[in-house]
């Protein structure tokens, strides 16, 4: 009903940079809040960064400065251009989303299938 499709990762060199994205699509009457999140091998997940319909961006503090995160509501599309990429970057992003479907009556959150991101030394 609901599909978040992420792209965008690989692997890249201590420095450089990757640009994600993440469009929703199906019977989505609103997205309300959306966002990126991480996960380390043995780690727990962890924001990455998020956004809202209206634009307030919050970020955690170990991408302050090196990731920007941004949206295009019109696509239903979700970014995340990091920069200055480090060796602890690599895990992987998941997008999420919290969605309105037509017919339904409360947001509720869905997560894309995850994207690996490797930043080699």
């Known amino acids: 009903q609901v599909q978040l499709v992420e792209s965008g990762g690989g692997l890249v060199q201590a420095g450089g940079s990757l640009r994600l994205s993440c469009a929703a699509s199906?019977?989505?009457?609103?997205?309300?809040?959306m966002g990126w999140y991480r996960q380390a091998p043995g780690k727990q997940r962890e924001l990455v960064a998020s956004i809202t319909s209206g634009g307030t961006i919050d970020y955690a503090d170990f991408v302050k400065g090196r990731f920007t995160i941004s949206r295009d509501n019109a696509k239903k599309t979700v970014y995340l251009q990091m920069n200055s990429l480090k060796p602890e970057d690599t895990a992987v992003y998941y997008c999420?989303?919290?969605?309105?479907?037509?017919?339904?009556?409360?947001?509720?959150?869905?997560w894309g299938q995850g994207t690996q991101v490797t930043v080699s030394s």
């Open positions: 199906g019977s989505i009457f609103s997205i309300r809040a």
């Open positions: 999420n989303a919290e969605i309105l479907v037509y017919g339904g009556h409360v947001y509720s959150p869905y």
